[in-house]
């Protein structure tokens, strides 16, 4: 037994040379432009995310290849190197419909999605995706080969709530764009008019990870995650009340910024027009937030009159 483990290591550097060199025959040679140049470079120096590439592809090069590319594409169009609390819609921040926060029975980070503040809304789908790159970039950054454990708490949710596009989205942030990323996905408290929905994301997970998927009652979830890191609906002690800001990774980092992410003075200048903007896009992740009323719209009119005239009068 012991003498096969040198064979694996080696067979295992092998693996990783084979990818290194496919890669770069095969799918550099088509165009330096279709990837970011800094996930190029972290391919070709570190094992360890070619190791993963690898392991969730059962050790195939043609499977990880394949996955390699898919990734490095979607890291280059969602810019996914460059966000940040700057380049997200502050509003997102502040509806606290995904977050991370407490840790699962096996010491693994919990990532919340609050699947009832979440509507489907052409308009807003891909800042919401990539908001949840952004969580997920932030936590490998800061915690490199350490899982997640992603619950969907389904309390008080309703079809209206199911987007199975942005469902889909997610099953593929772990399925293909970060590889043995995933510890278990636990979908609490899901509403019996979901069954068909949920059956559909179980196909998507494909046979790798169909077995992480739970399903979960308020006393079944319990089994995953202990008490304190449950909230009081779910039957747990946990006081957490999610605010922002600033960002709540609460023990293994500390915010990008002290008072959340820096404001221009431009900003700062449109923080009124801002906060109309945000009441109406928030409902697209919230079913609970109600629209400012006319009174409130014109009261805000008046007070940019009052305040900065110069905006009416079409200063530049």
């Known amino acids: ?45 570190d094992d360890a995310l070619v190791e ?34 700057s380049t997200i819609p502050r509003w997102m921040f502040e509806t606290g419909a995904v977050f991370l926060h407490g840790y699962d029975k096996e010491g693994n980070k919990l990532f919340w999605f609050k699947v009832k503040l979440h509507i489907k ?18 936590y490998a950054k800061k915690e490199p080969g350490m899982p997640l454990t992603v619950v969907f708490d389904m309390a008080e949710s309703g079809i209206s709530n199911i987007d199975m596009d942005f469902v889909k989205y997610v099953v593929n942030c772990f399925k293909v764009y970060y590889p043995k990323f995933l510890s278990k996905m636990v979908i609490v408290d899901m509403p019996w008019i979901m069954n068909a929905a949920w059956k559909i994301v179980k ?20 089994n995953y995650i202990d008490p304190e890191y449950l909230p009081p609906h779910m039957g747990g002690t946990d006081p957490f009340k999610y605010s922002y800001p600033p960002l709540p990774d609460d023990d293994f980092q500390t915010p990008i910024y002290d008072n ?18 945000k009441d ?34 079409g200063d530049s």
């Not at 550099?28 to 970011?36: G, P």
């Not at 592809?57 to 969602?78: N, P, T």
């Open 260 to 277: 959340g992410p820096s404001i221009t003075e431009d900003e700062t200048e449109s923080k009124e027009a801002e906060q109309e903007s």
């Open 280 to 313: 109406t896009l928030e409902s697209s992740f919230s079913s609970d937030v109600v629209p400012k009323s006319k009174k409130l719209f014109w009261q805000w009119i008046l007070t940019v009159m009052i305040v900065r005239p110069s905006l009416v009068e």
């Open 203 to 222: 196909s998507w997970l494909g046979p790798e990870a169909i077995s992480k998927l739970k399903f979960a009652s308020k006393a079944e979830v319990l």
């Open 121 to 138: 809304d052409a308009k807003t789908a891909l800042d919401k995706k990539k908001y949840v790159a952004f969580w997920l970039e932030r």
């Open 52 to 85: 993963g590439y690898l392991q969730w592809r059962q050790q195939v090069v043609d499977d990880a290849l394949k996955m390699i590319d898919d990734s490095l594409q979607w890291r280059k169009e969602f810019g996914v190197n460059d966000l940040s609390e």
């Open 1 to 45: 037994m012991a003498q096969s483990e040198p064979n694996d290591e080696q067979d295992l550097a092998k693996k990783i040379e084979e990818t290194r060199q496919r890669f770069k025959n095969e799918l550099l040679q088509e165009s330096t432009e279709k990837y970011d140049q800094r996930d190029v470079e972290r391919l070709l120096n």
